[in-house]
T-cell receptor, first 111, second 114 residues
Framework: TQLLEQSPQFLSIQEGENLTVYCNSS?????LQWYRQEPGEGPVLLVT?????EVKKLKRLTFQFGDARKDSSLHITAAQPGDTGLYLC???????????FGKGTLLTVNP | DSGVTQTPKHLITATGQRVTLRCSPR?????VYWYQQSLDQGLQFLIQ???????AKGNILERFSAQQFPDLHSELNLSSLELGDSALYFC?????????????FGPGTRLLVL
């Protein structure tokens, strides 16, 4: 089973700050997904990146897939309290089409 | 609201007992996935069913089993429960067979084994 390491594990920032969270693996994934999970709810898909080097933007969120398709990053500009949640990355194993999740980054944005 | 429903929302039981968790996928979705989420292990894939057939298996214990019925709802059975089985159990659904499709997660069942 391929492993995904997410860092930092916890992040607490003030509203308006920028931040980047990382998702790293020693293995290659055919695609990588980012989810946000709020307390008491299931994860919600934010984006899927497929091509090495791909960059996708979703309003203030920028997602990048590493050139070698082993790592990814999520950058949030001018964070808002509504961005608070657990951010999970998940890699798709091309051999068996299973999603492997990282343990997540718990982000708190303070007003 | 993802359109995926799970019951019950909370479940408290004792060690050695057996419980059944239920999931109704989004209308039209043929795949159902089960996940376990705990603080130390994170979100772990357990098993996938597609149109009634087992499609993929993850880190599912032998004490656990699942099935998908003709109406596409799914049940996850957990038996001989141990303290370490306490976790959030999520069901997700997608339209097709490939795990990389968008999966829509339900609100989860929180299981506490005492």
């Amino acid at each position: 089973t391929q492993l995904l390491e997410q860092s930092p594990q916890f992040l607490s920032i003030q509203e308006g700050e920028n931040l980047t969270v990382y998702c790293n693996s020693s293995s290659v994934f055919s695609s990588l997904q980012w989810y946000r999970q709020e307390p008491g709810e299931g994860p919600v898909l934010l984006v899927t990146v497929v091509t090495g080097g791909e960059v996708k933007k979703l309003k203030r969120l920028t997602f990048q897939f590493g050139d070698a398709r082993k790592d990814s990053s999520l950058h949030i500009t001018a964070a808002q309290p509504g961005d608070t949640g657990l951010y999970l990355c998940a890699g798709l194993e091309s051999s068996n089409y299973k999603l492997t999740f990282g343990k997540g980054t718990l982000l708190t944005v303070n007003p | 609201d993802s359109g995926v429903t799970q019951t019950p929302k909370h479940l408290i039981t004792a060690t050695g007992q057996r419980v059944t968790l239920r999931c109704s996928p989004r209308s039209g979705d043929l795949s159902v996935y089960w996940y376990q989420q705990s603080l130390d292990q994170g979100l772990q894939f357990l098993i996938q069913y597609y149109n009634g057939e087992e499609r993929a298996k993850g880190n599912i214990l032998e004490r656990f089993s699942a099935q998908q019925f003709p109406d596409l709802h799914s049940e996850l059975n957990l038996s001989s429960l141990e303290l370490g089985d306490s976790a959030l159990y999520f069901c997700a659904s997608s339209g097709g067979i490939a795990g990389g499709e968008t999966q829509y997660f339900g609100p989860g069942t929180r299981l506490l084994v005492l």
